[in-house]
Structure formats: structure tokens, C-alpha cells
């Protein structure tokens, strides 16, 4: 099979928002305890963080970390978790049914993300609490001093503010599990008083309502269009969720779920558009994609797994063990981001450790990456800079989930000192390699400084932690630079990055 690609110099898409590299942390199973945080654990640091699982978590330079949910955070009183540890009350979680000890709290979460070299993006809750919660909460984290919350702040061993930037509106406030779900109506009441409240105490804060939870929910895609039109002058995102599973095994409909992703952002643009106009705003709003994974591995046991784990403290949950064919779905939803750049300025991986996630640990053993771990690494790393316009020439096939899938997927990031093009390319198709041949009009294309790839002959290979290096990325072979154009074979089923120099 043969893939003509072609880019032009001139045709970039948008400046890509580092932010879109970043990842969710929720108080749920084993994500907080045993993940991040385990004191006794033999690399766990004076503050009881694991240092295994920071060292694999700064390697993935995730520029926010979204917390403290989902769900989770519906039902969270956040004063439950400052001050003292002994002090803090035990508390029933009833998103996941289980008991919360409340030993990591906000501040401490703050204190990891720096260590972690990145940044919180907090959520408030706007369930079971509201505006005055939400306020005292920013009063906490961002003012320096002088006030009832900054004061208590800073007795609690933080002289600084936080200076946390990106706030969630709530979570998932569309979902009838949701712990107090609201309509729309009410929803975009309450976010737009509270998100004006917020900007109020400082209008450079970058706020997040609520979108749908996925393009599935009865409410989609009305939600947005009410949502927004309460509360479109007060918020700078609205959030958008998705899993995807794999239950009919077919191997070809699953890797083509990035498509119907692609059209989730479309549709949703045109919607922020329409609110736009209808109001006559300056006013920009963009999608922020803070819950996107694979998910399904373990979901039919998790039902099982929450039923009988009920008011445990840290369960394992969720604890999905992802294979090689997840990868080539995790690339082409990356891709997805990068090519719909102009519009998703925030997206998350859902989530970081152990729940669903790219870094698994045990608890008093070692932690690992998991296979979605590497597509994901690599992309923070160099899919950085400026999205160019990608046209792919290939055969396409028709599935359940979408028609006219491309065999082969494709995004281009111009580095941001000019000098390299980097391409993520998935070849789709089960059997065939594929003959690549990409034009660089307007560039100089110098030669291939890197070819990456991550393939296995196992769909279903996975890294567990007695082998935690099945899959994992390999140098390429085989592309070249010839008459100014990229020469190449990509295997069947394949991820790739290529880099050329330009
Ligand atoms: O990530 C797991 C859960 O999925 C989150 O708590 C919720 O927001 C979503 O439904």
C-alpha cells in the first residue's frame, strides 16, 4: 500500500498549547495511595511521595496535572484535607463507595506537582458545594496573606501561594452518577456565578465548565449550547470527556475511533461559535479535553470490584493493564489533538497511576510503564511547537464507528527554533506495510535526525512489572531523505515519530 503525505510551509493549523500533554489524578482506587503517595515505601521521600513514580511522572513533562476529580470531587469538602495529618477527618467517598483518609490534601498535592515539575490544575466542587466553598478554596490557594483562608494557608507551612491558574468548574455535572448532577440550566447558572466570582478575585485565572461526559449522553450536544449560553463570558474552556473501549474485538473498528474524536471537537467548536455570535462576544472560549483514555480492560470486573470493595481504603480500581494495540489508538487521538490544535489548548490523559494510566506501581514494590506510556512521552516531549496542515493520500476502509478511515494516520509539529518537522504516524492496517512518501513544500528537508517506532507482532502484548519492557519504542529503520522528500516503509500496525531536519 502506498501513502503520499504533504505539508506546506505556510500551512499551519495553530501554536500548540503545551498543555495539551497533560494528565488527571483523582482520589480513586490506587491513584493517591500507593501511587503518588506511600510513606514506608522504600523510595517514598521525607513528604511520603514515591520517588520511583515521580521520576517516571517528570520523564512525561506534563505541564498540568488535573485533581482532585472527577467524581471524587462532587462529594469533597477540600478543608477536609489541610493542616495537620492527624487532625484530618475520615471521610466516606460515596463517587467510588470507599474511605478516604484525607492524608493527601490540597497543599500536599501542590508540594508534589512541584516536585513533579508541573503545575495543578484544580477542580472545585459544585455538587454537594458551591460558590462559597469554591471561593474559600481560591482564597486559599492564591492569596498571599492578610485574609482568613491565606492566613490559614500560610500557618499550614505554605508562605507562598500557590498561584494555582486553571480551575475546574465542577465535574462531569451532566452525569446522573454525578453526586448532586444538575441540568444544564442549573449548571451554567452556577458555573457562570462562581466562575465571575473567581475572576473577580483575579480575571487572568482560566476557568473550565463543564462539557459532556461523552458524545453518547442523551444531552449531547445541547448541553454545551445551554451550558455555554449561561455562562460564556465567565469561563475560557469547556471541558470535553471520552473512553474508548474494545468489547467487539475488532481490531480495525477500534483504531478508528479516533475518527468520530475528531468530529466530538467539530461539533463542539461550532458550538462555542454559535454561543459566541448569539451573545456579539470578543470573548474566545476553547475546549479543554481533561478525561480521554482507552478504558475497558478491567471495567467489567471494576463493577464487580466496587460492589465488593464498599468503604475500603484505597482498593485497587480501575486498574486497566493496557497492550500494543492500545498504543496505536493513544497516537491517533495525540494526533487528533495536535491536528485540532486551534481549538484544544488543554487535554489530559485519564489518568496518571494506576487507575486507568500510563504508570502502574505496587504497592511496596516496583512501579513501570505501561505500554500507552511511550506514544504519550514522546509526543510531550517533541510534539511541541506549531501544528502544520497535513494532507494524506492513502486508501481508506468503512467500519461501524466511522467510514473512510485512513490506513494511515498522520500530524506534523514544526519544532519551535524552526529547525526540525517532527511526524506521528500510525499505520493502521493489520498486514500490509505501507510505502511512505511525504513532500515538504517550502521546507529544505536536510535528512532524518530520528525515526522512533513502537511496534510489537502481539496486539495484546503488555508490560507488566516482571516485564516491564515488552513494548516500548525501538529506533527505526529505513527512511531516508531523497530529492528533497521523505522516503520510507512503515509496517502494519505500527506508531512512528520521524523527525527531519529542515
Ligand atoms: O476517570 C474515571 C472517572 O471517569 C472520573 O472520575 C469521571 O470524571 C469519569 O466518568
Known sequence: MKARVSIHRDFEISEIDDRVYSAFLEHLGRAVYGGIYEPGHPTADADGFRGDVLELVRDLDLPLVRYPGGNFVSNYDWTDGIGPREDRPVRLDYAWRTTESNAMGTDDFVRWCRKAGTEPMLAVNLGSKGFTEALAMLEYCNHPGGSYWSDLRRKHGSADPHNVKVWCLGNEMDGPWQMNHRTAYEYGRIANEVGRGMKTFDPTLELVACGSSHAHMPTYPSWE?????????????????????NYEGDYLNFVAKSVPLDRYIHTVGGIIDYVKAKKRSKHDVFISFDEWNVWYHNRKQDEKDIGTSVWKEAPPLLEDVYNFEDVLLVGCAINTFIRRSDRVKVACIAQLVNVIAPIMTENGGP???????????????????????????????????ADDVPYLDASAVLAPDGKTVTFFLVNRHPDEAMTLDIGM????????????????PDLRATNTAKHPDRVKPAKGKGVSVRDGSVRGKLQPRSWHMIRIAV
Not at 449561561?230 to 473501549?245: G, M, Q, R
Not at 513501570?368 to 476502509?397: C, N
Not at 513544500?441 to 510489537?456: D, L, N, R, W
Open 225 to 245: 449550547a445551554e451550558v455555554l449560553d449561561e455562562c460564556y463570558d465567565s469561563v475560557d474552556y469547556i471541558s470535553l470527556h471520552t473512553y474508548w473501549d
Open 367 to 401: 512501579a513501570w510503564k505501561q505500554t500507552i506510556y511511550h506514544p504519550l512521552r514522546l509526543a510531550s516531549i517533541y510534539g511541541r511547537g506549531r501544528a502544520l496542515g497535513v494532507a494524506v493520500d492513502v486508501p481508506t476502509y468503512d467500519v461501524q464507528v
Open 441 to 456: 513544500a517550502g521546507f529544505e528537508a536536510k535528512a532524518v535526525s530520528e525515526h522512533t517506532t513502537i511496534a510489537h
